[in-house]
């Protein structure tokens, strides 16, 4: 190759880049140990409640107060939180600029693919005890079968209060599982399509076989276990009518590869972008110029419908308070305010090459993706970022060393999918996905690189202080 066709490639060419090739040594280095704190929130925060619990612990231990308990106006570096019924979290860093002049919000959701139990879950038949499930957002059924499970959530009780429940993560506790039926005796089980190999009422979760010593009575292992609630927590059958329990993989949260370049867990989606919006606005050391934000919210892999997710309109009230404050409307703030929607895109799998359009595709190792566009079906459901606040982006990354690349969620007629982009956008703010690359999404057990989780801190951290 001639130095001139050289240097027209390197000047005219969209090339890729490794972040290996891109990083060095030291910024490695920092990338791995800011992936040993990322790994323990995944380890320790597998549902909505422990994340939002957790991520409220950490900024009181970082300063933030209460909103409500704050009083008056802000000051600039003062820093206030709102927890919203549990679930989700609001974290603001007031900036130098009048509010007026916008918000930089970076909003990724705490809610992952899961098993919820029925209200009325436990039920007793041939000499075993079950739960009754229903699945939580969109998973291939027959990936939940023949894997440990734990249970996680709380039972409130009808005198008003509640028991948390955390059972089969730690070592020596129990856990449970859904049967598949053997290979031998399958035939009829594999003649299914895919989407039913494993129906939704066949996803019945095993929690016990010894039967209570009473001759007389039917239902004996189902009473035998209810005798254990009883005893370890104090509810009855019909506690669970006002509980919230979820069956989640009791994996752990590994590096994978020789190299230990990628990290193997549960819940990437989306608390691998949770954690950078996370850490980015607690590692804000100086008051920025633009009032800062994260918003980690609930509900996204249901809709984002209720009013902890963000179809509702907590965000937005959030905003009209800390705009009345300085004597403005919220949409005085919002129509100047710019958010990163930080959710994952599914990386490109040489394996399952077959719905991506390679040339459009997330790779792992090539930086935090910006995705212009979600949505199916001719961008449905999708805010479809403006030309202008793409250049906005990809010129604030460019100018501050952060490796970044694009991506669609898969060819145009493969599928597709949505995020909470829209959600923001249509609170008039200019808005646009970034997040990280995921292999096996929404499976029990997904696949990310360390090298992409470290970007996305960086651009999100970038966003908030440039």
């Known amino acids: 190759m001639s130095e001139k066709t050289k240097q027209l490639k390197e000047m005219l060419f969209n090339d890729k880049k490794n972040g290996v090739d891109f990083m060095d040594e030291a910024e490695l280095n920092f990338c791995d140990e800011f992936c040993e704190g990322y790994k323990e929130f995944l380890q320790e925060c ?17 300063g933030f107060v ?13 820093k206030v939180y709102y927890a919203n019924r549990g679930k989700s979290v609001i ?13 930089r ?41 023949a894997i440990p499970l734990s249970l996680h959530g709380r039972i409130c009780k009808n005198d008003g209060t509640f028991v948390d429940v955390k059972l089969g993560e730690a070592e020596g506790e129990p856990k449970f599982c859904i049967t598949d039926i053997l290979p031998h005796l399958g035939d009829e089980q594999m003649q299914r399509k895919a989407s039913q190999i494993v129906k939704g009422e066949e996803l019945n979760v095993v929690i016990g076989s010894r039967p209570f010593k009473d001759d007389e009575e039917s239902d004996r292992v189902k009473l035998a276990i209810l005798e254990l609630l009883y005893e370890k927590y104090g509810i009855v059958e019909r506690d669970f009518l006002s509980a919230e329990l979820e069956l989640v993989p009791a994996f752990t949260v590994d590096d994978i590869g020789f190299d230990r370049s990628m990290i193997g867990g549960y819940g990437h989606d989306d608390r691998v972008c949770s954690y950078p919006a996370l850490q980015a606005i607690l590692d804000i050391d100086e008051a920025p110029e633009y009032t800062a934000i994260t918003v980690l919210t609930d509900k996204e892999e249901i809709g984002s419908d209720g009013n902890t997710g963000l179809n509702s309109s907590y965000l937005k009230y959030f905003i009209e308070d800390l705009a009345r404050l300085e004597g403005y409307e ?13 959710d994952v895109n599914a990386a490109f799998d040489p394996t399952w090459s077959g719905p991506f359009e390679k040339n459009n595709a997330s790779f792992i190792n090539h930086g935090v993706c910006v995705t212009k566009f979600t949505g199916r079906g ?27 690349q694009t991506g669609e969620l898969g060819a145009v007629d493969a599928g597709g999918g949505g995020t909470v982009a829209l959600y923001i956008a249509n609170l008039d703010v200019d808005t646009i996905d970034v997040g990280v690359p995921v292999l096996s999404m929404h499976a029990p057990y997904e696949l990310v690189s360390k090298i992409d989780v470290y970007m996305t801190y960086k651009g999100i951290l970038t966003f908030f202080t440039k």
């Open 46 to 62: 597998k549902t909505e409640r422990e994340a939002a619990a957790w991520v409220e612990k950490l900024a009181q231990n970082s």
């Open 66 to 78: 209460r909103f409500d308990e704050f009083g008056g106006a802000l000051e600039a570096g003062d």
């Open 91 to 103: 974290l603001c860093v007031k900036g130098k600029r009048s509010i007026k002049d916008g918000v």
């Open 105 to 145: 919000i970076a909003a990724a959701h705490i809610d992952s693919p899961r098993l919820d139990l029925k209200q009325c879950p436990a039920y007793e038949q041939d000499g075993m005890a079950f739960f009754k499930t229903h699945y939580y957002g969109g998973i291939k059924k027959y990936q939940w079968v």
């Open 330 to 342: 919220g949409r005085d703030v919002l129509r100047n305010s710019k958010c990163l929607s930080a």
């Open 378 to 404: 001719g961008k449905g459901g999708s805010s479809d970022a403006s030309a202008e606040f793409c250049s906005w982006v990809r010129r604030l990354f460019d100018e501050n060393e952060v490796l970044w």
